[in-house]
């Protein structure tokens, strides 16, 4: 009798190890101590000398010491890196003197960044990375490999701002430090340094800057450079993966590489040896990503099951991968770049032959790309929709048009700026010729609008899981009998429709209030069974408010209330799109019926069986179910009571019964420290649902 499932040990253990560090994660966050994980490992102990006694064997008892190590390996790893990145040694607001070495050199729409390493501040050394920065006029010119002084004020980055794992804490970037004078650099060298400038120089001196920017985020998978408009073009037509230097970019230098070496007629473990360095040189390059990591360390395994003669199994070589970058930097698990890569080739392995069968008519070549396509799509999807909100509606047909077309363009980009290192003279020439398909390719994404074909408003929670396991069914990974596989597929499937369409409705009675922010906006959601409503104040963040959505399954919004300026009604264009209404303070008359939006200017109005009033244009009140909420955007608060105050400042002297603060840390009950908070609303009652993390080590402000 088959089995059901046939065990892969390194896909295990990578499961594992990834588990391991989202519980040392947990522990962390919580203001848990290690003594927890102690714990764990007497617990481990215990199971593994029970299994000792009952098992026959050697296989098993390795078996399970690999588990249990590889798990508590993960939590502990996790844990520390997490304790280390959270010790400051410099002061927010203190200004050093400071030494260091420049470990990375980027460019931004305003002027250029350096990441700086071996930091002393005031003759201390200091751990961790930093930042900086740097104004049109900096002082003496620096490269990745200088070493710099300069003076700067520091900035602290904290570990979970709003409640989620900082984003810069994956490179170990743990200040933000800002010039107070010029700097002085001693030259220095570094081999990746150089010959990243050298690409940076070839493109940025021969093309105009939004071309240059998007040809280098392709060579080197830095993106800081490219205008948000553009990129985020990229992501709406679902093509945004060709800025990782991933599968598809090693996959091609890995092509070409064998193809010379096969023509040079090089001894095999030879050619093995310089494909490996040139690949692991390339990936060093572009800054050892994540994804460009994952694509040569599997190019190595695939390297060596040819050389020893043995099947390579990509699943295998993906676990693999990611084991060894999960152990190298654990928080990489939650890098979206990482996720992606993952489930894009995970994905693909798993579906692009149950995609390919039914395909058999087409040409071979045709059939491959779409399952291909498709998989990568389908592997992503969960991974798009909690980070950005929304997934591409024209993604697997511009994948199957698009993406030909730039694999052809990055080879030519490659090669001719190779050629233009060697032969310098050359680039004027070489370089805009080169670049004249990627103009034509990007200025397409820019003008087509695939921003209407969008796809968002769910994706979170329970779905995630219910999601992969359709896709695991659905593959040949599983031997199940159709029939089987058919029942299983459509019970997975219809929970997962189930699961978004009821967390859509919820709630089915009363009203549910989250308070969500987003470094210096805020915003706050209002559910209810008629239908949402949006508030939104100013400086808000449109992929976090897009993801914001997906969370709390806010499809579509009967209406969006801005509390600032007219200025503020553009800014809000895509979320306005999405609703029936706009609303604005009475007292603004200037702008009127907003495209295909109704945008109206009231004092008082009603919306989902609740009412609505604006005090002045950065202040509502709202009225549900016998109880008063009062939402302040400015700086200020006019009211003098209410049920529930959701404020943007400490600064008031209103009464409430319970309050949350948008981001001012003054207020002991604040989004920045626990997160989004959500309320429940019915029958006069309110109550918060959910604890606060212990983390935040404040008390509930309620009186």
């Given at each position: ?10 896909v ?33 102990a215990?199971?593994?000398i ?22 508590l ?25 400071i ?32 930042c ?25 980055y ?36 150089s ?67 096969k ?37 190595t ?13 990509a ?53 491959s ?24 509606g ?12 730039l ?18 003279p ?20 820019i ?34 009998r ?7 597929f ?13 967390m ?81 303070y ?44 009062a ?43 626990h ?19 212990a ?8 009186k």
């Amino acid at each position: 009798m088959k089995r059901i499932i046939n065990a892969r040990v390194p896909v295990l253990l990578a499961l594992v190890a990834a588990t391991g560090i989202s519980v040392g994660c947990l522990l962390f966050f919580y203001n848990l101590k290690l003594f927890y994980i102690a714990a764990a490992i007497a617990l481990a102990a215990v199971i593994f000398i029970i299994l000792t006694v009952r098992l026959k064997g050697v296989k098993p008892l390795v078996f399970t010491l690999l588990i249990l190590s590889f798990f508590l390996l993960g939590a502990v790893n996790c844990y520390l890196r997490l304790e280390s990145y959270a010790e400051s040694e410099l002061y927010s607001g203190e200004v050093y003197s400071i030494t260091a070495t420049v470990c990375e050199k980027g460019q931004t729409q305003s002027g250029e960044y350096i990441i700086i390493k071996n930091i002393k501040a005031d003759g201390e050394s200091i751990g961790g990375k930093a930042c900086v920065y740097l104004p049109e006029v900096y002082g003496d010119f620096c490269e990745k490999g200088y070493n710099v002084s300069f003076t700067a004020e520091a900035k602290n980055y904290d570990v979970f701002p709003y409640g989620k794992l900082n984003y810069n804490a994956e490179k170990n970037v743990k200040y933000n430090l800002a010039l107070r004078g010029n700097i002085t650099a001693e030259r220095g060298f570094s081999l990746f340094g150089s010959m990243q400038s050298r690409v940076r120089d070839v493109l940025f001196d021969n093309l105009d800057y939004s071309t240059a920017s998007i040809a280098y985020a392709m060579l080197t998978g830095n993106t800081q450079s490219i205008d948000e408009g553009a990129l985020e073009s990229f992501r709406y037509g679902g093509i945004a993966h060709v800025f990782a230097v991933s599968g598809l970019h090693i996959g091609i230098v890995f092509f070409i590489l064998n193809f010379i070496t096969k023509k040079l007629k090089v001894n095999k473990f030879a050619a093995a040896a310089i494909i490996v360095f040139c690949l692991f040189f390339y990936s060093g390059v572009c800054g050892f990503t994540l994804s460009s990591l994952r694509a040569a360390i599997m190019c190595t395994v695939s390297l060596l099951a040819k050389l020893m003669h043995k099947k390579y199994d990509a699943l295998n070589a993906l676990a693999l991968s990611s084991v060894i970058i999960l152990f190298i930097t654990p928080l990489s698990l939650f890098s979206v770049g990482f996720q992606l890569s993952v489930c894009a080739v995970a994905g693909i392995y798993l579906l692009s032959k149950r995609i390919e069968k039914p395909l058999k008519k087409l040409p071979k070549n045709l059939s491959s790309a779409i399952g291909v396509s498709f998989g990568a799509q389908a592997g992503t999807m969960p991974v798009m929709l909690a980070n950005f909100g929304y997934l591409s509606g024209a993604g697997l047909l511009l994948n199957l048009i698009i993406i030909p077309v730039l694999t052809v363009i990055f080879q030519i980009l490659f090669l001719s700026v190779l050629f233009c290192i060697i032969i310098a003279p050359a680039a004027t020439a070489v370089i805009p010729v080169a670049a004249l398909p990627l103009e034509a390719v990007t200025s397409f994404l820019i003008d087509a609008g695939f921003e209407k074909a969008l796809i968002s408003g769910f994706g979170a929670g329970a779905f995630v899981p219910l999601y992969f396991l359709c896709i695991l069914i659905l593959s040949d990974k599983l031997n199940l009998r159709r029939l089987t596989r058919g029942i299983a597929f459509c019970c997975a499937l219809a929970a997962a429709v189930i699961y978004p369409v009821c967390m859509t409705a919820a709630p089915f009675s009363g009203y549910k209030i989250v308070v969500s922010a987003n470094f210096g906006g805020g915003q706050v959601l209002i559910k209810s069974k008629s239908g949402s409503v949006l508030i939104v104040t100013d400086e808000l963040n449109e992929s976090k408010l897009n993801s914001f959505l997906s969370e709390n399954y806010a499809l579509n919004l009967e209406a969006v209330i801005i509390l600032g300026g007219e200025d503020c009604v553009t800014a809000y264009d895509d979320f306005a799109l999405n609703c029936d209404t706009l609303y604005i303070y009475d007292k603004y008359i200037n702008i009127q019926p907003y495209k295909n939006v109704t945008v109206r200017y009231e004092s008082a109005f009603s919306e989902i069986g609740a009412e609505f009033e604006f005090y002045d244009g950065y202040s509502i009140s709202i009225k549900m179910d016998g109880i008063n909420v009062a939402v302040c955007g400015g700086r200020y608060v006019p009211f003098k009571w209410s049920n529930i105050l959701i404020a943007n400042t400490n600064d008031f002297e209103c009464d409430y019964d319970a309050a949350v603060c948008f981001n001012n840390r003054g207020f002991l009950y604040n989004v920045y420290d626990h997160g989004n908070v959500t309320f429940k609303v019915e029958n006069g009652e309110a109550w918060r649902i959910g604890d606060l993390p212990a983390r935040a080590a404040y008390d509930l402000n309620y009186k």
